[in-house]
């Protein structure tokens, strides 16, 4: 058994994580398609979406000098990045040069990507996460499960007693409003009092030099507007051309993400506070970061950086609703983290993921990039088979098979057999246990198959 | 060879066309809006309850300070206000609110001057400078917005100004809100719990 099968296997046990993530992802799945429905033309702003990403990973090198020129005449610090440990030093280094004791952090997934939360905790500086379910997530001391709703895995009831343990004054009715007023009072101050604000970038406007951030909550300004110093953390794949170029990946972010027009608050932060300003931070860093994304570009996986972290693929996916995020073991759960995984962990450590997977194609018909999720799951399968990691039994299986396949007298022998036997199995048109095989059908059940192999019938057709 | 270097030696290729980045705009799909009743458009997105906004119109600015005591009162809010040093709230008579111009970390309300109203999503565009902080519009519980009319336009590709940017351009569309547990909305997560929009016809 292997690490994720073992926690898969532990989430299909947990009938109050099956109930949590149900809710939250099936919501998400109504309110898109009511979005959709209502949008004119889904399907070409999907073409132009996938267009407009493509369009600038063919011109990355470009487009990212033009940002940085833009950024820095702008009054921002540009820093680079290669690796996850580069980008965190970079970022502790300004922490501590800036005497930084406290950090207001905006969720971002590239910060979780590259370990920066452990990094500042290694370093010594206080961390508050203020987007809500980020708090939640820190309070339980847990990573993020879905990547737009981190603690969709946690119930109310969780919930309220996470905040009645760690909250200085905790809400006394049992509401989810009262539970989130706890967590106001809670982050209000600390926000106020931190002394960087770090963030990611939804997208960087390469003929501006802007970042911007989207949230619901506003705890991205919130966070970022009081501190001296402003971090952000960002995929070097997240720029576009221009303002209008982020519009139409705006639009499509927010409806396939939460079924919304728009995010409530989307901003565009272009450099440090002005002279005459009334507020905004003295220091404005952003740290561009590869982490395999120059890797992915030239070996296959370029589609891939179209991705703009929206869920959609997760919130569809029949295994992701089984399972739940965490059973993935990586940073991004669900589909797109099936497929980045590898490029992050490894594929030794990974190579489950890909064969964790239907190929129903339920994620790359919702994904507003238009990415070939199970083409690209097919390829980390067809590379793990190619570097053999797959393991013994796998290969000796597929390999019988294939001297067997190769023999149709036999084959045809052999599937004659097989099915006569399975049918002596079936209970009711569906077989629920299989001799050998009960970890396959400890979870799944199997339709009872025709009477007569396809070949039977098909020779019977012809004799006729 | 720097991080920098690495990274882009890894990116050589051809530099984009202007041509080709603009042609990925042309008639771009979104939703439609009747340019010739953009305020009724703009009001009917301010109303959505993702956006479930409230809202007052009046037809000159000195009946600004009137329509801001209307909704404080209606609200039970005190008579208190944060305002930005916007020389054209100045002019007006607020004889009879207490205005400050810095917020406290728990303010009750704030005004601010939009720049822009989008009638496709209902949202306001907001600049900051030396007239407009920033920080009063997310600590307050109430945001209270002043939008000229004639400032609505149709789609949010029409409200970036052109040339050099501020600081902060932003966008709200609502308020602050959370689904974070089970899925369930809830107002004012950090920021504002009610916003207000006051449109002025002048």
């Known amino acids: ?464 | 060879m720097s991080a920098r270097e690495a990274i882009l030696a890894r990116l050589k290729g051809p530099p984009p066309s202007a041509a080709a980045a603009e042609a990925l705009l042309i008639a771009p799909e979104r939703p439609v809006v009747d340019a010739a009743a953009l305020e009724a458009e703009f009001l009917a997105r301010l109303a959505l309850p993702s956006v479930s906004a409230s809202h007052d119109v009046i037809e000159r600015l000195e009946q600004l300070p009137a329509a801001v005591a209307r909704y404080l009162a209606a609200h039970g809010a005190a008579p208190t206000l944060c305002v930005p040093p916007d020389p054209v709230l100045r002019t007006c008579d607020w004889s009879g609110l207490t205005l400050h111009d810095h917020a406290a970390p728990e303010e009750s309300a704030a005004l601010a001057v939009a720049r822009l109203g989008v009638a496709e999503t209902g949202s306001l565009v907001f600049e900051t400078g030396p007239r407009a902080p920033m920080l009063p519009n997310f600590l307050a519980l109430h945001h209270i917005v002043l939008l000229r009319v004639r400032d609505i336009v149709a789609h949010l590709e029409d409200a970036p100004l052109a040339g050099p940017q501020p600081r902060a351009h932003y966008w709200v569309t609502g308020v602050s809100g959370t689904t974070d547990i089970e899925g369930t909305y809830v107002r004012g997560a950090h920021g504002p719990r009610f916003l207000h929009v006051i449109l002025c016809r002048d």
């Open chain 1, 1 to 464: 058994m292997s690490a994720f099968t073992d926690r898969a296997d532990a989430a299909l046990a947990d009938p109050i994580l099956k109930t949590a993530v149900e809710r939250t992802a099936g919501t998400a799945e109504a309110k898109r398609a009511v979005a959709v429905d209502a949008f004119p033309d889904f399907e070409a702003a999907r073409d132009r979406a996938a267009a407009i990403k493509d369009h600038v990973v063919a011109h990355l090198g470009a487009y990212l000098e033009q940002f940085e020129a833009n950024a820095i005449a702008a009054g921002a610090k540009v820093h680079w990045a290669q690796t996850a440990d580069e980008a965190c030093r970079i970022a502790i280094d300004i922490c501590k040069a800036a005497g930084a004791k406290s950090v207001a952090r905006s969720k971002s997934m590239l910060g979780e990507e590259i370990g920066l939360p452990h990094a500042l905790a290694e370093a010594g500086i206080g961390r508050v996460e203020t987007d809500l379910a980020e708090h939640i997530i820190q309070l339980a001391d847990e990573r993020p499960s879905h990547i737009i709703w981190p603690a969709m895995h946690k119930t109310r009831e969780q919930v309220s007693a996470l905040f009645k343990a760690k909250h200085r004054t905790p809400h006394e009715e049992e509401t989810i409003a009262a539970m989130a007023e706890s967590a106001r009072r809670e982050l209000r101050g600390r926000m106020l009092g931190a002394d960087v604000g770090i963030s990611g970038a939804n997208f960087l406007i390469a003929d501006t030099g802007a970042v911007c951030t989207v949230t619901n909550e506003g705890n991205a300004e919130l966070s970022l507007v009081p501190p001296r110093v402003h971090i952000v953390t960002a995929g070097i794949e997240k720029i576009v051309p221009s303002m209008s170029h982020a519009v139409h990946m705006l639009r499509m972010l927010a409806r396939s993400a939460t079924g919304a027009a728009l995010t409530q608050y989307t901003t565009f932060y272009t450099g440090p506070k002005r002279p005459a300003d009334r507020d905004g931070p003295e220091e404005m860093h952003i740290i561009l970061v590869d982490n395999g994304r120059t890797k992915m570009r030239s070996e296959g996986l370029a589609e891939m950086l179209r991705c703009i972290r929206c869920g959609a693929c997760m919130n569809h996916c029949v295994v992701f609703r089984q399972i739940g995020g965490h059973a993935y073991g990586g940073t991004y759960p669900g589909p797109m983290g099936a497929v980045l995984t590898p490029v992050l962990d490894g594929l030794r450590q990974s190579r489950d993921l890909a064969s964790a997977c239907t190929l129903n194609g339920k994620c790359q018909e919702v994904c507003p990039v238009r990415i070939p999720l199970p083409t690209l799951l097919k390829g980390w399968r067809e590379k793990s088979w190619r570097e053999g990691l797959e393991p013994t039994s796998m290969r000796w299986g597929l390999g019988v098979w294939a001297w067997v396949a190769r023999r149709p007298a036999l084959y045809r022998l052999g599937t004659g057999v097989a099915v006569r036997a399975l049918r002596l199995l079936g209970r009711g048109g569906w077989i629920n246990a299989l001799p050998l095989a009960g970890g396959w059908t400890r979870h799944r059940a199997m339709p009872k198959p025709a009477a007569r192999t396809f070949m039977t019938q098909y020779r019977e057709q012809q004799d006729r």
